[in-house]
């Protein structure tokens, strides 16, 4: 597993439970800290490890909610797999495979970057699997390509997804100089921000792996293979409705994703359950880490109003659908 002594430490006097699913040759962790309330689900992004989630747990687990921060496949030895594992639809179903595990109806999702576009493929297609959903960093894909149109320095911001299909070569560049390329990444995507050491040296030692290394790549990889089965499955879904109250969280100084392509991706007529946008201001793609008290306080906040409410919802449809 990653080097989570950071996460592993977060909650005060309550060590989280080493949970592990396997599936076929592959094994797949997760942190799991036991409460009485629902359950929320944290999934972290690129790159990045759990540890991202070190100030939000505490305040989860303190308000009473269950929580579980998995390991997203790839990230650790144990779950590298074929290249051709990383489409989002299959990212997806290790999530699902999570609320199978611990025998639950539903939860609450919380992901950053690559985890919140697993995270809105997840609620697409498995509405009744979730009470809510939150994706920080990240714009709902369904409209994308019309806002990245409307502005398009986006595509200058994503340079680093052309370089990434480049064979051999960016694998080299990830293993380079103690993580300078990664480190170099999180200022650049967090302008004025500077990372503590007990962030980004987990992510240098979880990338130093060559087969990690290979895997976290596959993910932009397998998101350019626009003809492969997996992905025509992402993008039916991705046209659905949204039935999942969602809470949209973008940094106003994102230098990886434009904050002003949020509100051209927001239709109100896409969200059955609502949506609401929070944009914090002097923060960038890692906004979570640079303003948590603020981003604790409105995910906190959003998850009372939502107790069960994507569950209720699908019940409903499902039952008026008959």
Request: aromatic content about 10%; proline content about 7%; hydrophobic content about 40%.
């Amino acid at each position: 597993m990653p080097n989570s002594a950071l996460l592993g430490h977060s909650v005060t006097g309550i060590k989280p439970q080493i949970l592990q699913k396997v599936c076929g040759k592959t094994t797949f962790s997760a942190y799991y800290w036991d409460g009485t309330g629902p359950l929320v689900m944290c999934c972290h992004g690129f790159p990045d490890t759990v540890n991202t989630w070190h100030r939000l747990v505490p305040a989860l687990v303190a308000s009473g909610y269950r929580v579980l921060v998995s390991v997203m496949p790839g990230y650790e030895s144990s779950s590298v797999a074929t290249s051709d594992h990383y489409f989002v639809s299959q990212l997806v179903e290790h999530l699902v495979g999570w609320i199978d595990h611990l025998d639950e109806e539903a939860a609450h999702l919380i992901g950053h970057d690559w985890g919140a576009v697993t995270a809105w493929l997840a609620v697409a297609s498995h509405p009744h699997r979730f009470f809510s959903m939150t994706s920080i960093a990240i714009p709902p894909p369904k409209r994308l390509f019309g806002a990245v149109v409307r502005h398009p320095g986006q595509l200058l911001r994503s340079w680093y997804i052309g370089l990434f299909q480049l064979p051999w070569l960016p694998e080299q560049v990830l293993g380079l100089g103690n993580g300078a390329f990664i480190r170099w990444l999180w200022r650049r995507w967090s302008p004025g921000w500077e990372p503590p050491e007990a962030l980004l040296q987990p992510v240098v030692e979880t990338l130093a792996e060559r087969p990690v290394r290979q895997a976290t790549l596959a993910y932009y990889r397998c998101l350019t293979r626009l003809l492969h089965p997996q992905h025509r499955k992402s993008r039916q879904a991705l046209t659905l409705p949204c039935q999942v109250p969602s809470l949209v969280i973008t940094g106003a100084r994102d230098g990886c994703m434009d904050t002003r392509l949020f509100e051209p991706t927001l239709w109100q007529r896409d969200f059955m359950a609502g949506v609401e946008l929070y944009r914090l201001m002097g923060a960038g793609h890692f906004c979570h880490l640079e303003k948590p008290d603020l981003v604790n306080a409105k995910i906190l906040k959003f998850l009372e109003m939502h107790p069960k409410g994507a569950k209720r919802l699908a019940d409903e449809l499902a039952r008026h659908l008959g």
